[in-house]
């Protein structure tokens, strides 16, 4: 594995991934947790999800976590297992359409991702707040806007 690629990751998240829409129980206040999208690599050679996920970062600037299974999965296991996740929408997206034109066995698993993640973002109701910030020339706050999704200009 001198070089890495699309077409590779493609491929091996193709034999060694899962992809899908999970809810991830309930909170400290008994509600279930939203639905949240995850992009997953599991392996038992930690290196090549190293490589992966160095791979990833370099080319979207997206940082996954790279951690062993779950005890579940290690009782079954012979040996160590590591996985690979990506949660955020907004990762799990920018990932899944590098990876779609290459994906044969996870197309349709990507796509119903992919359609979800687009139209979380697109529906999100953006948190706004003021954030304040000195007009050095008038010697006051003005309220500048922010959301948690980017920076805009107003």
């Keep these: 594995m001198n070089e890495m690629s699309w077409q590779y990751v493609a491929g091996f998240f193709d034999g060694e991934g899962s992809v899908g829409v999970y809810s991830n129980g309930k909170g400290n206040s008994g509600r ?47 040996k160590i297992v590591w996985q690979l996740q990506y949660r955020a929408t907004l990762d799990v997206l920018k990932i899944l359409n590098e990876l779609r034109p290459y994906l044969h066995v996870k197309a349709v698993d990507a796509d119903v991702v992919i359609a979800f993640c687009t139209e979380k973002i697109s529906t999100a109701h953006l948190q706004c707040w003021t954030v304040p910030v000195l007009n050095r020339e008038r010697r006051m706050e003005v309220g500048l806007k922010v959301d948690w999704l980017c920076v805009r200009n107003q």
Excluded: Y
């Excluded at 160095?54 to 062993?68: D, K, N, Q, R, Y």
């Design 32 to 78: 279930p947790r939203p639905r949240c999208p995850t992009l997953m690599f599991t392996q038992a050679n930690n290196a090549v999800l190293q490589k992966i996920r160095t791979f990833i970062f370099a080319e979207l600037a997206v940082w996954g976590s790279l951690h062993p299974a779950s005890a579940a999965a290690l009782r079954t296991a012979r």
